[in-house]
């Protein structure tokens, strides 16, 4: 079983950024993608940034030039640098491990395992 641990939320004012962190209770070179989603209250939860095992990146248009997808294989850790926040960014952000490679970087069904999510709050 793997457990994926999110850290870095908060609150943070427009223009800010803010670095959240993804910790993996097994080593993450087993893992074949990582990613990051999102879900803001009342709508569903949306694909944010994923990196494939061999460092290939893949980031929604919502966020491409803002977002940063990374990972440390060596600490198990995955994570999103955000930088330019903007109010519609607020949302609780989860993180997905796929081992299976197969389906799309942006689909939920891609992935087996979730964090619990940590909340992004971007207000001035």
């Known amino acids: 079983q793997v457990q994926l641990v999110e850290s870095g939320g908060g609150s943070v004012q427009p223009g800010g950024s803010l670095r959240l962190s993804c910790a993996a209770s097994v080593p993450t070179l087993n893992i074949y993608r990582m990613a990051w989603f999102r879900q803001a209250p009342g709508k569903e939860r949306e694909f944010a940034a994923a990196i494939i095992l061999n460092g290939r990146t893949y980031s929604a248009d919502s966020v491409k030039g803002r977002f940063t997808v990374s990972r440390d294989n060596a600490k198990k850790t995955a994570y999103l640098q955000m930088n330019n926040l903007a109010p519609e960014d607020t949302a609780v952000y989860y993180c997905?491990?796929?081992?299976?490679?197969?389906?799309?970087?942006?689909?939920?069904?891609?992935?087996?395992?979730w964090g619990q999510g940590t909340q992004v709050t971007v207000s001035s």
């Open positions: 997905a491990a796929d081992y299976r490679s197969t389906g799309n970087d942006n689909s939920r069904s891609s992935y087996q395992y």
